[in-house]
C-alpha cells in the first residue's frame, strides 16, 4: 500500500491489480486529482496475504472484480469518474 496526495476528507483505499487497464487509470485519475490513496495490488501479493485480501473484497464485491475502490462508507466497482468525483466532492 502506498499514500500519494494531500489528505482527503474521505479515506480512499483502492484494491487493483498490477496489470489492469481500469484500475491503473483509476491511479493515474487519483493522482490527476492530487488524492491521497492506498492502494493494493492483489495479484502482487503472496498466496497466503493474496487470499485473506480476497476473502475480504469479496465481502464488498462478491464478484471481486478491479478495481474494488473504497471512499469513505461507499464501495465502487471498476473505474466510474463520475461516480468517484462524486464520492469525492470533486
Known amino acids: 500500500m502506498q499514500p500519494l496526495g494531500?489528505?482527503?476528507?474521505?479515506?480512499?483505499k483502492m484494491y487493483t491489480l498490477?496489470?489492469?487497464s481500469h484500475c491503473n487509470a483509476t491511479k493515474k485519475f487519483m493522482d490527476k486529482c492530487a488524492v491521497k490513496y492506498?492502494?493494493?495490488?492483489v495479484d502482487l501479493l503472496t498466496?497466503?496475504?493474496?487470499q485473506a485480501v480476497l476473502d475480504e473484497?469479496?465481502?464488498l464485491n462478491p464478484n471481486c472484480t478491479f478495481p474494488?475502490?473504497?471512499?469513505?462508507?461507499?464501495?465502487?466497482?471498476g473505474f466510474k469518474e463520475?461516480?468517484?468525483r462524486?464520492?469525492?466532492?470533486l
Open 38 to 41: 492506498e492502494f493494493t495490488d
Open 68 to 77: 474494488t475502490i473504497i471512499i469513505g462508507n461507499k464501495v465502487i466497482i
Open 18 to 20: 498490477s496489470t489492469c
Open 6 to 12: 494531500f489528505e482527503s476528507q474521505r479515506p480512499v
Open 82 to 84: 463520475k461516480e468517484i
Open 86 to 89: 462524486e464520492a469525492l466532492g
Open 47 to 50: 498466496s497466503e496475504k493474496r
Open 57 to 59: 473484497i469479496r465481502k
